[in-house]
């Protein structure tokens, strides 16, 4: 997730440690998607879990909330934050949002109140392809899931391989790059909602593999 979001804003011409990042849900998933982030430079203002949700505009201090996720704490007890309702954060003036929770999460209710530029998709369906139709007609960039979210199935296939965790991770760094950078690329290129290029390029991918077998 991490790593996608790295691209879709290299193709922008954004800055990284210039952007702003909400992440909803803080799970195994959201967790290390703002773990990572914050590594790389980005500087994550908001986050969510099932309590609520943390506002800082400075961000905040990594070691303090990773203690808080280490023992299953909230982030609401995040010092000096500001705390908001969980649904807040979807409405919040960011750059990026990253939904990582449940499917559905953004839907009819809280759709019209995202003001986020790009969307990247850490949970399975967080939208229906209604939804994401129609935030892509207003102007925001959607990375869909089965491009940002598919490092556990390359880890799984890196594991089935034997591979190292550093060869792993290595692993799925090149792929989800190589998957992102070409999809978003094409949609930017041909104004196309990102999840039919990447459905189109996973088809001719298939199709091509087929070819070779028979």
Do not use: C
Not at 78 to 93: M, R, W
Not at 195 to 214: H, P
Request: aromatic share 6%.
């Amino acid at each position: 997730v991490a790593h996608a979001t790295k691209v879709v804003l290299e193709l922008l011409g954004m800055n990284l440690k210039d952007t702003t990042v909400a992440i909803e849900g803080f799970g195994n998933v959201g967790s290390f998607a703002y773990k990572v982030l914050t590594e790389m430079g980005a500087r994550v203002v908001a986050v969510a879990d099932k309590a609520g949700s943390i506002y800082s505009e400075k961000g905040f201090e990594l070691d303090t909330l990773w203690k808080i996720v280490e023992r299953r704490g909230s982030v609401q007890e995040y010092p000096g934050a500001q705390k908001l309702s969980h649904d807040d954060i979807f409405s919040l003036p960011v750059d990026v949002l990253i939904p990582a929770s449940v499917t559905d999460v953004i839907n009819e209710k809280n759709k019209d109140g995202i003001h986020a530029k790009i969307i990247v998709e850490a949970a399975n369906i967080p939208m229906q392809e209604s939804v994401e139709n129609e935030l892509f007609e207003r102007g925001i960039l959607i990375v869909p899931d089965f491009v940002a979210n598919a490092g556990g199935v390359i880890s799984s296939y890196a594991e089935y391989r034997g591979y190292n965790p550093k060869r792993m991770f290595e692993t799925v760094e090149r792929k989800i790059t190589q998957a992102t950078r070409r999809v978003m690329k094409t949609s930017l290129k041909k104004k196309k909602n990102p999840r039919v290029v990447a459905m189109e390029l996973a088809q001719e991918r298939v199709e091509e593999r087929m070819s070779k077998k028979s």
